[in-house]
């Protein structure tokens, strides 16, 4: 009788057992549903937050996104206004040369050059040309030449601070668009290659207007 009574619950456990499992294969045929997702830990589900741009009844000044801790200074930054704007360090000139970091950075001028050859390949071509004469493909199918930009074989860049080449490769002039996005040390590389030509056609072009 002991024995009928166990087989009989083993039997009731096995019943109940295999419709719960039918049951969960049933829940899981791909058929969707408006419940939420199941959810263990609610408090991670449903945490206070939150979201950019809305309002906070927290800071006085009732933004949510909060603006840098004073004096926080990313890791990328460059402190040097040298090498960072081709400034003076009092803020009130451009340097006259590349900065010796910068070259150092590279491995030598020679590399430097390299490395300015290829970003002047990719950036500046266009535009400039292979030669900095300003009759790049771009001015060349250009509806308006009035866009056309100076040749780099004038007097007035032939002898314009690598500072304030930087600064122009930077922030843009006139139409030229700014190149912020290309690495700083990129941009100085540039720098150096646009000196390179117009030393490679100094005897060529003269004092070119």
């Given at each position: 009788m002991m024995r009928s009574?166990?087989?009989?619950?083993?039997?009731?456990?096995?019943?109940?057992?295999?419709?719960?499992l039918s049951a969960l294969a049933a829940g899981?045929?791909?058929?969707?549903?408006?419940?939420?997702?199941l959810a263990i830990l609610r408090n991670m589900y449903q945490q206070p937050r939150y979201n950019p741009q809305a309002f906070s009844a927290f800071?006085?000044?009732?933004?949510?996104?909060?603006?840098?801790?004073?004096?926080?200074?990313?890791?990328?930054?460059?402190?040097?206004?040298?090498?960072?704007e081709g400034r003076t360090p009092d803020g009130t000139g451009f340097v006259d040369t590349i900065p010796t970091v910068v070259i150092q950075r590279a491995g030598d001028m020679?590399?430097?050059?390299?490395?300015?050859?290829?970003?002047?390949?990719?950036?500046?071509?266009?535009?400039h040309d292979g030669t900095g004469?300003?009759?790049g493909l771009?001015?060349?199918?250009?509806?308006?030449?009035?866009?056309?930009?100076?040749?780099?074989h004038q007097d007035r860049?032939?002898?314009?601070?690598?500072?304030?080449?930087?600064?122009?490769?930077?922030?843009?002039?006139?139409?030229?668009?700014?190149?912020?996005?290309?690495?700083?040390?990129d941009r100085w590389a540039i720098v150096a290659y646009v000196r390179a030509l117009q030393l490679s056609q100094a005897n060529t072009t003269g004092a070119a207007q």
């Open positions: 009574n166990l087989r009989s619950g083993a039997l009731r456990a096995s019943t109940i057992a295999l419709l719960a899981c045929r791909g058929g969707t549903s408006r419940e939420e997702p800071f006085a000044d009732g933004r949510t996104m909060r603006p840098p801790v004073e004096g926080t200074v990313a890791r990328e930054m460059e402190l040097n206004p040298a090498v960072a020679q590399k430097l050059l390299e490395r300015g050859e290829s970003r002047y390949g990719i950036y500046c071509v266009p535009c004469n300003g009759k771009v001015i060349q199918r250009a509806a308006n030449q009035a866009f056309q930009p100076p040749t780099f860049i032939r002898t314009m601070p690598d500072g304030q080449l930087y600064q122009v490769i930077t922030y843009g002039y006139n139409n030229m668009p700014a190149y912020v996005q290309v690495p700083g040390d």
